[in-house]
Antibody
Framework: QVQLLQSGPGLVKPSQTLSLTCAIS??????????WNWIRQSPSRGLEWLAR?????????DYALSVKSRITINPDTSKNQFSLQLNSVTPEDTAVYYC?????????????WGQGTTVTVSS | QSALTQPASVSGSPGQSITISCTGT?????????VSWYQQLPGKAPKLMIS???NRPSGASNRFSGSKSGNTASLTISGLQADDEADYYC??????????FGGGTKLTVL
């Protein structure tokens, strides 16, 4: 059974960096048939896909245009996990952040989700 | 990338069928067979109900089905039950190699 366990701070100061980690059990971050995603949800923005990383003979990363200049996703094969870094945060980045596994024909359907982390950006 | 368009709310009585639409463009919904549907209960993470337009993953009820015509995808729930009451979201792969969600639809079972 695949499980994703998120960790990271729930409070981040404006202009600082938001960092979250998603630990994978029951699958591999290097899987050739999965993708590993970050998504966030807020009342004002709804569900918003942020980024994904996946391995197909080499590593690929894709980012949402809305955050592309501020975001980095990194796989960590030694710990079988992946991480999110979002720089220069503002109160607009306050949201529940989820990690999720992508599967299906081209790994675009997210079938396993983390428990969610509520992140508040405030001084 | 603009969000996909869903109705804000739909409702139906137990036993009835309802359909939720998800409208995009030729750069997302219309261009790829990579539309997914998610059910979200209050305070919970979304749950995948339909993948790749019409595939139902194990664990999803066979009362849920998906289809697509042009730039609009649809989720149909038949034999509506009280515990189907939830928020439903569609998502699609896009020509920018990203994913985009719909704004969500609140389903009320009368």
């Amino acid at each position: 059974q695949v499980q994703l366990l998120q960790s990271g701070p729930g409070l981040v100061k404006p202009s600082q960096t938001l960092s979250l980690t998603c630990a994978i059990s029951g699958d591999s971050v290097s899987s050739n048939s999965a993708a590993w995603n970050w998504i966030r949800q807020s009342p004002s923005r709804g569900l918003e896909w942020l980024a994904r990383t996946y391995y197909r003979s080499k590593w690929y990363n894709d980012y949402a245009l809305s955050v592309k200049s501020r975001i980095t996703i990194n796989p960590d094969t030694s710990k079988n996990q992946f991480s999110l870094q979002l720089n220069s945060v503002t109160p607009e980045d306050t949201a529940v952040y989820y990690c999720a596994r992508g599967k299906g024909i081209a790994a675009h359907s997210m079938d396993v989700w983390g428990q969610g982390t509520t992140v508040t950006v405030s001084s | 990338q603009s969000a996909l368009t869903q109705p804000a709310s739909v409702s139906g009585s137990p036993g009835q069928s309802i359909t939720i639409s998800c409208t995009g463009t030729s750069r997302d919904v219309g261009g790829y067979n990579y539309v997914s549907w998610y059910q979200q209960l209050p305070g919970k993470a979304p749950k995948l109900m339909i993948s790749d337009v019409s595939n139902r993953p194990s664990g999803a009820s066979n009362r849920f089905s998906g289809s697509k015509s042009g730039n609009t995808a649809s989720l149909t729930i038949s034999g509506l039950q009280a515990d189907d009451e939830a928020d439903y979201y569609c998502s699609s792969y896009t020509s920018s190699a990203t994913l985009v969600f719909g704004g969500g639809t609140k389903l009320t079972v009368l």
